[in-house]
């Protein structure tokens, strides 16, 4: 079982961590996740616990409690592969800077499916600009309003919020209308993968591009799924420079 630690001072180690869940349960492993670039802590960790009923006991005594004078949040995430996580946290610092490299331009029409919060659905907003569009797929109703007050907010007037129905892969949207799909830590939560691929393959014109960042499922799983739906022909990858995660940014055009 993996947990979540937040709330963490920025000079706990690894080693305060230890000290503070042994004495409710054995442990794994414990990872601070640290900025790629600095090395400095996020403020969060990462603690993989032996067994279902040790991490629910972990979180049941320690969430809430303090350690180094900060009250700390525990609660349970998905299983995540080595890298991910610092990958993750450097996508969201480094959000308008990714979406340009990775193909993101003025006029554009973008598709963000799983939008989550908007993490990169303003990002794409501000850099389509006033002559582009983005829409925002979600199929959680409160994640949509926090988009749409954060747009209005900002006076971004071309993000277009869909509430996604959690049993269909249909989008709504119209065939061939979108040049960039943004597929940012979801593919792990759909079941049919290959069904999401065709649907996005239809919204997306001729040299568009689908742009999947794989988290909690990996390159190598992401990639081989690809190559046997054969409706998208391998673009790039992309990440930090020297830097490996089990999960990075892949780009596919619309064959």
């Known amino acids: 079982m993996q947990l979540y630690v937040g ?25 601070v996740i640290r900025d790629i670039e600095s090395g400095k802590s996020m403020g969060f960790a990462v603690v993989k616990i032996l067994s279902e009923g040790n991490g629910e006991d972990a979180i049941r005594q320690l969430n809430g409690s303090t350690l180094r004078s ?3 949040t525990v609660r349970k995430m998905p299983e995540t592969l080595p890298g991910e996580m610092e990958f993750r946290e450097w996508l969201v610092e480094h959000a308008s800077d990714v979406l340009r490299s990775v193909g993101v331009k003025e006029g554009q029409t973008v ?8 993490t990169f659905t303003i990002p794409s907003a ?32 071309n993000v277009v919020t869909v509430l996604l129905n959690r049993s269909k892969l249909n989008t709504g949207l119209s065939d061939d209308i ?20 065709q649907e996005l393959h239809r919204v997306v014109r001729q040299g568009g591009f689908l742009s ?11 990639l081989d799924i690809m190559k046997k739906c054969n409706l998208f022909c391998f673009r790039n990858r992309y990440g930090p420079p020297g830097y490996e995660a089990a999960s990075e940014i892949l780009n596919f055009s619309k064959c």
Do not use: N, W
């Open 7 to 31: 709330g963490l001072s920025k000079d706990t180690t690894e080693v305060d961590i230890k000290e503070l869940f042994s004495k409710v349960c054995p442990l794994r492993t414990v990872t």
């Open 178 to 197: 979108v040049d960039v799909v943004l597929v940012y830590d979801v593919m792990h939560e759909i079941d049919d993968r290959v069904g999401l691929l």
């Open 126 to 157: 501000r850099i389509v600009g006033k002559e582009g569009r983005v829409y925002a797929l979600e199929v959680r109703p409160k994640m949509l309003e926090y988009v749409k007050e954060k747009t209005e907010s900002e006076g971004l007037t």
């Open 111 to 118: 598709l963000d499916y799983g939008c989550g919060s908007g």
């Open 70 to 72: 900060a009250k700390i």
């Open 212 to 222: 999947i960042f794989p988290m909690h499922m990996g390159t190598d799983k992401m």
